[in-house]
């Protein structure tokens, strides 16, 4: 079986400042981890991805998470949080032998101005 | 490059009335499909996939149905509606060689009334 939590529903961070979102995630095999954010009345994006490699990936509009094994956890981060990357943002995983996704609850993000 | 269309984009349709949303990708060829529910704009469900023509597989018991007519075509369907099926539907994509993500459609909005 394979589940991810996202423990915050709701982050919030002024302009300009760091953004973090938190992931862990439980597989039986090794995982491929990604992240996706929605904007209202539209289908998901995809961030980046985390399949095998070097522990901290990057992705698209300035997003980058690091995945920690031991602690089970792929945080997605941004140095410099923008208005514009308020939004829904979604982390999954599945297990390397499925292509089913298992999707986290969500975590609504707001930058305030 | 693929695209993924749904259509349509918003749906109100009464209590036992039926149900067709239909998802098309271009650009690629035998992709696995997806049909996910989002509720109250949070998680996702995952309702139906496919691996290949006339190949489903159902996630969730309940009186939706799926199909797969032709490489590329996923419908979602119903023969009578109940008020829970309101939600927003997602169809998705995956498979392309080298990939491991899912690509989304724009989505469909369905109020039964």
């Known amino acids: 079986a394979q589940s991810v939590a996202q423990p915050e529903d709701q982050v919030n961070v002024a302009e300009g400042n760091p953004l973090t979102v938190k992931c862990t995630y439980s597989?039986?095999?090794?995982?491929?981890l990604f992240w996706y954010v929605q904007y209202p009345n539209r289908g998901l994006q995809f961030l980046l991805k985390y399949i095998t490699g070097d522990n901290l990936v990057k992705g698209s509009y300035g997003f980058e998470a690091e995945f920690n094994k031991s602690q089970t956890s792929f945080h997605l981060k941004k140095p410099s949080a923008l208005v514009s990357d308020s939004a829904l943002y979604f982390c999954a995983v599945r297990d390397e032998n499925d292509y089913k996704l298992s999707f986290g609850a969500g975590t609504t993000v707001t930058v305030r101005a | 490059s693929q695209t993924i269309h749904q259509w349509p984009a918003t749906l109100v349709q009464p209590v036992g009335s039926p149900l067709s949303l239909e998802c098309t990708v271009e650009g690629t060829s035998n992709p696995n499909l997806y049909w996910y529910r989002q509720a109250a704009g949070r998680g996702l469900q995952l309702l139906f996939y496919s691996v290949g023509i006339g190949q489903i597989s159902s996630e969730v018991p309940q009186n939706l149905s799926a199909s797969r007519p032709q490489d590329r075509q996923f419908i979602l369907s119903s023969k009578k509606l109940l008020l829970s099926d309101s939600g927003f539907y997602l169809c998705?994509?995956?498979?392309?060689?080298?990939?491991?993500?899912?690509?989304f459609g724009p989505g469909t909005r369905l109020t039964v009334t």
């Open positions: 597989v039986s095999g090794n995982p491929y």
């Open positions: 998705a994509w995956s498979g392309e060689a080298g990939t491991y993500e899912q690509y």
